[in-house]
């Protein structure tokens, strides 16, 4: 029975993906070290470090999807080794070949090498991700390039802006994600075969040609020395995951605040029989988009844990290494969740067009204070302008006093503005910066950047 909510099957699919939890589920991580090993003894054939048949043998009849896992598990009690049982169980498939079975490895150059091997798996899924919901990201930053909304700091209206402009942010830092996940990529699925302390002792003079041909087999980058003691590849990898789980994150909180009923210019997909509430028939939660925000905390902690491995005894201890076992599943998993639960939410979200017209007007112009304060300000001056606006703005906000009444009746303003050109700095539409070209110079940069898998 499951005892983790990732594993769960009412609730697993809330925290992961099942693509995900196979990369690192227990058969999976099994039979990447059983990988390993079989790489590892073809090398070592290949250099005769040992006997070319016995390389052979192992190739041959090494086979992680005849083992029984429950059966290692009940040895590794006993042994209280984490890798014996398994080079046993190994030995008694290969026969007298099994002699040969990790010959000149230690056990964490074989966990190690085939964590890697799990992580470059899902690399590959982070990757396909990341890059898709830059794609839909473009394409709805494109569709609302022009859609006027009201732009909010510190919680409150601001100016106005357009929904394009807030969805081409987005896109701007998916596009650096992918170039991080480019970047980082060869740094960080590289494995490590080089014996108990990193220096190829028990390989005689082979052991660099060893391990390069062992890891060319297993399509993994070769260390330029034996990274033991050095975690910060996973490091790495788990610093662009918090990266763009932030991002994520972000996006579900915002979008999240968007749908609340007060606001209501976002909705999320909808589906007929989704229920809100066990108790009030009416509710239409944003259930994925808490689902999107509420990752990130886990992994942002998971993260943490694995930036603790960096701090290593000496040449090697386990202390740290086994933290990694904990963290790089979660932070995978959960990651794995909000990726595809964002693109969900990106090909089918709703969003009221006519709501945030609306919501530009809600403050009887005051949104447009600032416009009206520098354009006053090239007739009184701007420090002028802006204590005059400034008196006018708080009254009309604390008397609820339509805001182009007060400007119009203002003793000293009116010699200095008219109603029609009043009119036309109260339009939100006419003060929208230069919000719609930067949607065109991001979308233009993503696609010259290559990173979306599509022609330039």
């Not at 590849?233 to 999240?256: D, Q």
């Not at 009923?261 to 108790?279: A, L, Q, R």
């Not at 939100?428 to 022609?455: F, H, M, R, T």
Request: charged fraction near 20%; proline fraction near 3%.
């Amino acid at each position: 029975m499951a005892s983790h909510v990732i594993d769960f099957l009412i609730l697993g699919n809330n925290f992961g993906t099942a693509e995900m939890r196979h990369i690192w589920s227990e058969n999976n991580r099994l039979h990447q070290q059983v990988a390993v090993e079989i790489a590892l003894a073809k090398a070592e054939g290949e250099y005769g470090v040992i006997p070319q048949q016995a390389a052979e043998q192992i190739a041959e009849r090494a086979d992680a999807s005849q083992l029984s896992v429950s059966d290692i598990a009940a040895e590794v009690a006993k042994a209280k080794h984490s890798l014996m049982p398994t080079i046993n169980a190994l030995q008694q498939q290969c026969g007298e070949a099994g002699e040969y079975i990790h010959y000149g490895v230690t056990t964490q150059d074989i966990v190690d090498t085939a964590t890697v091997l799990q992580l470059k798996e899902s690399f590959d899924i982070v990757q396909r991700d990341t890059q898709a919901i830059a794609v839909e990201l473009k394409k709805l930053a494109k569709t609302y390039q022009h859609t006027p909304m009201v732009g909010r700091t510190h919680g409150m209206q601001a100016l106005p802006t357009t929904f394009g402009f807030k969805l081409a942010v987005w896109l701007d830092e998916f596009i650096r994600h992918l170039s991080r996940l480019n970047e980082i990529k060869e740094r960080v699925l590289v494995g490590n075969l080089n014996g108990a302390i990193g220096t190829y002792s028990a390989f005689g003079e082979h052991g660099v040609a060893v391990e390069r041909k062992a890891l060319a087999l297993l399509q993994l980058g070769v260390p330029n020395i034996s990274w033991q003691s050095a975690r910060d590849r996973f490091s790495e990898y788990a610093s662009v995951v918090a990266l763009i789980s932030g991002t994520l994150g972000k996006i579900g909180n915002e979008l999240y605040n968007l749908m609340r009923t007060e606001i209501n210019e976002i909705e999320e997909p909808f589906s007929v029989g989704k229920i809100g509430s066990t108790t009030m028939p009416h509710k239409r939660n944003p259930a994925a988009f808490e689902g999107l925000a509420s990752l990130t905390a886990p992994i942002l902690k998971s993260v943490a844990l694995i930036h603790e491995s960096m701090k290593v005894e000496h040449e090697r201890d386990a202390m740290s290494w086994r933290a990694e076992w904990i963290a790089l599943p979660e932070i995978n998993i959960y990651l794995s969740a909000q990726l595809q639960t964002a693109l969900f939410i990106l090909k089918g979200m709703k969003v009221n067009q006519a709501q945030m017209l609306k919501n530009l007007t809600l403050q009887q112009g005051l949104l447009l204070s600032e416009k009206v304060m520098f354009e006053l300000g090239k007739r009184l001056g701007k420090q002028t302008a802006h204590h005059i606006v400034y008196e006018l703005a708080m009254r009309s906000f604390e008397q609820q006093q339509p805001f182009s009444d007060l400007l119009l009746n203002h003793p000293e303003l009116k010699p200095f503005l008219t109603e029609a050109e009043l009119s036309n700095w109260l339009d939100p539409v006419n003060y929208l910066g230069q919000a719609i070209d930067k949607v065109d110079q991001v979308i233009k940069y993503a696609q010259a950047s290559g990173l979306l898998g599509e022609a330039k």
